[in-house]
């Protein structure tokens, strides 16, 4: 149990076009989930907190505007890199907690999506 | 002050070696723990969970001192698999989660 599912696993896009990253929760549901940044050789970075049915929260220094995050169902969230720079070339993870009202419960991974802009 | 801390090492430990990881973390209200196993260009995978009362899963120990305000990994009999780079994670209120930098962990033939 406790599969999450993330889409497309790998892209490369030329320099000012846009890139949807799929994340989905495939047996249970996730009021919550999360997207993260990873550059080479550093640790996860929080980009955002996607709730479903409600707007992202995003963390400071992140350009809501630029990466746009859509948390349309229970099961579906989706990360979209609009206008992609070179300098956005990385690897995306998104998570997804089964967070309910009685405690906090552990996050499952995505395998990621590598974005490489040209 | 991060509120997750860790040693990023590297640890380099010969095979059949034991080695311990150590996290602290900053609010004293944190709620759950966890530590996930990352390997190199993948996405970190949940390797036990932290409760009060310490827990054991095979060669993996996993204790929380919430006076001290950390949590430690201890790894015995280490096999060559066992390298990735060991991440601990801290919950708040709010469903905040908070990741530890990561350490780095090579077993040696």
């Known amino acids: 149990g406790a599969v999450v599912s993330q889409h497309p696993s790998r892209v490369i896009c030329k320099s000012g076009t846009s890139v949807k990253i799929e994340c989905r929760s495939l047996d249970f549901q996730a009021t919550t989930m999360f997207w993260y940044r990873q550059f080479p050789k550093q640790s996860l970075m929080l980009m955002a907190t996607?709730?479903?049915?409600?707007?992202?929260?995003?963390e400071q220094g992140v350009e809501k505007d630029k990466f746009l995050i859509n948390h349309a169902s229970l099961t579906l969230s989706t990360l979209t890199v609009t206008s992609a720079h070179p300098e956005d070339s990385s690897f995306y993870i998104c998570?997804?907690?089964?967070?309910?009202?009685?405690?906090?419960?552990?996050?499952?991974f995505g395998p990621g999506t590598r974005l490489t802009v040209t | 002050r991060k509120e997750v801390e860790q040693d990023p090492g590297p640890f380099n430990v010969p095979e059949g070696a034991t080695v311990a990881f150590n996290c602290t973390y900053s609010n004293s209200a944190s709620q759950s723990f966890f530590w996930y196993r990352q390997d190199c260009r993948k996405e970190p995978k949940l390797l036990m969970s932290?409760?009060?009362s310490g827990n054991e899963d095979g060669r993996f120990t996993a204790q929380l001192n919430r006076a001290s305000q950390y949590i430690s990994l201890l790894i015995r009999d280490s096999k060559l698999s066992d390298s990735a780079t060991y991440l601990c994670v801290v919950t708040a209120a709010g469903n905040q989660f908070y990741f530890g930098t990561g350490t780095s962990l090579t077993v040696i033939p």
């Open positions: 998570s997804a907690s089964p967070h309910g009202t009685g405690g906090y419960y552990e996050q499952y």
């Open positions: 996607s709730n479903e049915g409600s707007k992202a929260t995003y």
């Open positions: 932290v409760y009060s």
